[in-house]
């Protein structure tokens, strides 16, 4: 297999450099090949559990992946195929238990010679470079670095907001439901009897996204999208999603693919006004003639992600978000210079919008695009 051919290779070659994580998670991916259902999630679950065990023993980094990778029984012979295919040695792994005290050296886990001890350091320097990542601004990230932000993107929790339902269910915890109680009373001829109780079921809120992809926001609009994919796999039916620019577009079907590069590559050809002029006022305006009068805004939380550099007239654009301030929940204007130092919003388009907008927040770090996900889960 050319996985077993990598991993030879690697183990003739010591001096070829690969972190333990890019290993794992390389290996966490065929399985997933190999037809395993093997989610972001439970990737990282696997990376995890082995940087807390020995990662010098096979048989430690056979059962990480087995309890973390693997969600059936049938699951099972694949996942130990695969196993036996990227870590191959001596001792097979189909005997784990009559070998369990037997240590394996596996060079294709450790990329640094130095043993678990190495291997541990080199996870936590790891760990600290995605810190470090978090608070970078992306605009000035390097290639290398955008590929290990698109792996934390898909890691990132998602929750949407709820509403109750205004229709209650009979639920024994739930409060004192006084018109069935009433009813039964009634039935009995007014003689008291068990209290009827009922709850009203949580639902899903609707999120919509109008993501600005014109010049200025060229450099974040790549991350916002990503953001915005991961959004849309986690509620695909309760999310919209729409660029600004010269003209609205609708992308939702594009970023409902499952695949981020593929999703995004479609929404980038989607797009015709993709890095060009803005004129939000009018944008908007289109937005709430169209989408914003129907149920799909109404009673939403939207996410407006500008810079809001207006070529148009900014009362316009003023005029517009008030309007769709009073249609939706809420209204969360994320800017990508909201975070930096110093910033002072003096655009003429961000103080025409400042007062019909419940939430002002930076949109520039993954730090800050998880603080956005928790304000509207909490919207």
Not at 48 to 74: H, N
């Amino acid at each position: 297999m050319p996985q077993a051919q990598d991993t030879a290779a690697h183990t003739a070659e010591p001096q070829t450099e690969h972190s333990a994580e890019e290993i794992l998670l390389a290996f966490a991916a065929a399985v997933r090949a190999a037809g395993v259902k093997v989610t972001a999630d439970r990737a990282r679950s696997f990376v995890d559990a082995v940087s807390r065990l020995a990662l010098d023993r096979r048989t430690d980094v056979f059962w990480a992946g087995r309890g973390t990778l693997c969600a059936a029984p049938e699951d099972l012979p694949t996942y130990q195929r695969t196993f036996e295919a990227w870590f191959a040695a001596k001792h097979s792994a189909a005997t784990p238990l009559e070998a369990s005290a037997t240590a394996v050296s596996a060079a294709a886990l450790d990329d640094d010679g130095g043993g678990p001890d190495g291997a541990r350091n080199q996870l936590r320097a790891l760990a600290s470079r995605r810190e470090r990542l978090r608070h970078r601004d992306v605009a000035t990230l390097d290639d290398a670095e955008r590929a290990l932000l698109a792996r934390m993107f898909e890691e990132l929790p998602v929750r949407l907001p709820t509403r109750a339902s205004r229709r209650r269910r009979q639920d024994r915890h739930g409060d004192v439901d006084r018109v069935r109680t009433l009813r039964d009373q009634l039935r009995r001829g007014g003689e008291p009897g068990p209290l009827r109780r009922a709850r009203a079921p949580r639902k899903r809120r609707r999120v919509l996204w109008l993501i600005d992809v014109s010049g200025s926001m060229a450099p974040y609009a790549d991350s916002l999208l990503r953001l915005a994919h991961r959004v849309v796999a986690a509620a695909p039916h309760e999310v919209e999603v729409f660029t600004l620019g010269t003209r609205l577009t609708r992308v939702t079907a594009a970023l409902g693919l499952p695949d981020t590069e593929n999703a995004l590559a479609l929404a980038g050809r989607t797009v015709p006004d993709w890095s060009g002029g803005t004129r939000l006022g009018e944008v908007l305006r289109a937005f709430n003639d169209r989408w914003g009068q129907r149920v799909v805004a109404r009673g939403a939380v939207v996410v407006i992600a500008s810079d809001g550099w207006e070529r148009g007239d900014p009362a316009l654009l003023g005029r517009q978000t008030e309007r769709l301030h009073h249609l939706a929940r809420r209204v969360i204007w994320a800017n990508p210079h909201r975070g930096k130092p110093g910033y002072e919003p003096s655009q003429q388009g961000i103080k025409a919008v400042l007062p019909h907008v419940d939430f002002f927040i930076g949109g520039h770090s993954m730090q800050s695009f998880e603080e956005l996900l928790d304000v509207v889960a909490n919207a």
